[in-house]
């Protein structure tokens, strides 16, 4: 049912926001900062979704940090604009560049929510506009107690990629991690953390030294005025109503069976888009077979579905189908795929190749991980995976894929006996395990080791950005990504595209308003996050690529609907 006649409510709010994401907590902060009455309905029983399980990291230009930096909005602009190329829409980068860093240096200075400047580079720093520091920013270490009984619904970090199951790190704290041994200091800090960790484990099951995405939920829950937000887990979007061409409210589906939630102003979509709904993928994203998503399961594309019922158009002219990552795949006890992402930790280092089936190079290995994914399918024409190569003195410094560095992971035989990894003692025994070409996979490696004596990569300039050379380190050789694969046993990672999450999706105005298939703005109908198309069109500029753009287009949304809409009587 679409169009209502006669209404009989269950609840009401001014503003009904589904999903509980970077997007829709945005939005339903803002909302509720402006004396409005927010619902955030959240169809699991933990809120944050792939928000709260990701990076945190938001790619936001004209900051104060980021100004004092050096850079300026028209060199974002210029960026954005290469960047982008014909599928630049200028008012919706206008609108994002605009009001981008007062919304982020709202949240500093107003709420609980504090984001700070990284080091990180721009991913195509080089290009025009490109920036080697000051517009990707992280989320501030949060302390989970102060959620009090409401820690109990954030939900946890994934636990296959945390040390420990489940423990923190912030990028500073790593190295001591990794060299826990090297002196006094670092060891004192592993101690700190890891007994730290042991105290929430027994209080609370988790750790509560939140970081990253769990840290930016976090702070988003804690900061919302609470007289006047409602949070609903196990509360699922079902169907929008339409009263006389405006959204009214939906039915929900919760605890206490279907209700039917009437929004004064405004319904927000932010249900993450639809990595792992099958069909949408198919439709919309054909040239870009994958099975393997990073992304919230519960994402399945019902917010947009919902909106496409009322008449919104999608907006398709975009570059890819979604934000990607490699991923290699382990099997759980039940033998379900669990992709697992191409970490910090390894990414891009010197010393490991990526190589196709027949065990040629195809990429510049210390790239972004979309630029590597785009660039796969772009080389395999279609669906396909590639291996990760290297020598096992790689592996026991760096980690591979689930394989923590040593002594994190102290032996490999679990790995190599579950096929998870390959392993083989010459170049060739290792080409016929992973089904490439011996020859191919040996003059690859010899090719490689000589263009790390010379220092320059003459097929693909690995080391020549400030991105790539994030990832290096000090190896001896001229150029700080390139190291020799030298002695055996040699490693093999099958590699796979992982969305990370969607990109197409539903047309907006520049205020986060749902366009209608007529090409005007559907009353009452906002979508942030995932729901709405890509603000950067399936491009990945730089880290925070799509969490800048949900916080700053669900505060959009929310300052749209406190001025522009009208409750309804
Ligand atoms: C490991 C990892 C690291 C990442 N790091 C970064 C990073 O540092 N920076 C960056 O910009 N991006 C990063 N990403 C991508 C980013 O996390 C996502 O693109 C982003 O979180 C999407 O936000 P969202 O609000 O649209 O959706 P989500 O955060 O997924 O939230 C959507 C919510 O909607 C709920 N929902 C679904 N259907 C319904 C329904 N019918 N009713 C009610 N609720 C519903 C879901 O349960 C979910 O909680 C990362 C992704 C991964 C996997």
């Known amino acids: 049912m679409v169009e209502q006649t006669q209404q009989a409510w269950d609840e009401e709010c001014d503003v009904l926001v589904f999903g509980s994401g970077g997007g829709g907590m945005s939005a339903a902060l803002f909302a509720a900062r402006a004396g409005l009455q927010v ?14 399980t990701s990076g945190g990291g938001i790619w936001v230009p004209g ?69 080697k520091k000051g517009r990707t920013l992280f989320p501030a270490p949060f302390d989970g107690k102060r959620l009090g009984r409401d820690f109990a619904l954030l939900q946890p970090p994934m636990h296959r990629i945390m040390v420990l199951g489940g423990l923190m790190l912030g990028p500073d704290e790593v190295p001591d991690f990794l060299r826990p041994l090297s002196s006094v200091r670092a060891f004192k800090r592993v101690f700190a953390k ?83 709904d099958k069909d949408m993928l198919r439709t919309y994203g054909p040239k870009f077979p994958h099975k393997q998503s990073l992304g919230c399961e519960a994402n399945v594309g019902e917010g947009i579905k919902s909106a496409l019922a009322v008449g919104a158009a999608m907006d398709t ?12 795949v382990m099997r759980d006890r039940q033998g379900r795929e669990i992709p697992v992402i191409y970490g910090y930790l390894d990414r891009g280092r010197p010393g490991v190749i990526a190589v196709d089936a027949k065990g040629r190079r195809f990429v510049n290995e210390s790239s972004s991980y979309h630029d590597i994914v785009s660039a796969m399918f772009k080389h395999s024409g279609g669906e396909g995976t590639f291996h990760f190569v290297c020598d096992l003195a790689f592996a026991r410094r760096h980690g591979l894929g689930a394989v923590r560095p040593w002594p994190w992971t102290r032996s490999l035989s679990s790995f190599v006996r579950s096929g998870y990894l390959t392993m083989a003692s010459s170049l ?33 300039g690995r080391g020549a ?9 000090v190896t001896g050789q001229p150029n700080p990504n390139l190291a020799p694969i030298g002695a055996p046993p040699y490693l093999a990672l099958r590699i796979h595209a992982a969305s990370l999450g969607t990109t197409i999706g539903l047309k907006t105005t520049a205020d986060a308003q749902v ?27 730089g880290g925070g690529t799509t969490l800048g753009p949900a916080v700053v287009f669900g505060a ?14």
């Not at 919706?92 to 500093?108: P, S, W």
């Not at 169907?239 to 939906?250: C, D, F, P």
């Not at 191919?440 to 003459?458: F, I, M, S, W, Y």
């Not at 209608?516 to 500029?541: K, S, T």
């Open 194 to 276: 890891l007994a730290r960790y042991a105290l929430d484990w027994l209080r609370f099951g988790r750790g509560t030294d939140l970081r990253s995405g769990n840290a930016m939920i976090a702070s988003m829950m804690y900061s919302m005025p609470r007289d006047r937000v409602s949070l609903r887990t196990q509360h699922a979007l079902v169907e929008l109503l339409k009263e006389n061409g405006r959204v009214v409210g939906a039915v929900v589906q919760g605890s206490a069976g279907t209700r039917r939630i009437r929004a004064r102003r405004a319904v927000v979509l932010a249900t993450g888009g639809f990595p792992h």
């Open 428 to 460: 060739p025994e290792l080409a016929r395990a992973i089904g490439a070409d011996e020859a191919t996979l040996t003059e690859t490696v010899q090719r490689h080791n000589a263009n790390c004596k010379t220092g320059v990569d003459v097929d693909f």
């Open 39 to 52: 619902m955030v309905c959240e169809k699991r029983k933990y809120l944050g979704g792939t928000t709260a």
């Open 556 to 569: 959009l949304a929310a300052q749209h609907i406190t001025k522009l809409t009208r409750p309804a009587d």
């Open 515 to 541: 366009v209608g298939v007529d090409g005007q703005p559907i009353d009452g109908l906002y979508a942030c996050g995932n729901d709405l198309a890509a603000a950067f069109r399936g491009r990945y500029p």
């Open 63 to 131: 900051t104060p940090g980021g100004l004092a930096a050096g850079d300026t909005i028209e060199r974002a602009r210029e960026y954005l604009r290469w960047e982008l190329g014909d599928h630049y829409r200028s008012d919706i980068i206008d609108a994002f560049l605009a009001q981008g860093a007062g919304i982020v240096e709202t949240l500093n200075t107003q709420t609980d929510v504090k984001f700070e400047l990284s080091s990180w580079p721009d991913y195509h720093s080089d290009e025009p506009g490109g920036a």
């Open 465 to 473: 950005t400030a991105y790539n050379r994030m990832f290096g380190h």
């Open 317 to 328: 002219d975009l570059n890819s189908v979604a934000n990607w990552t490699p991923a290699s």
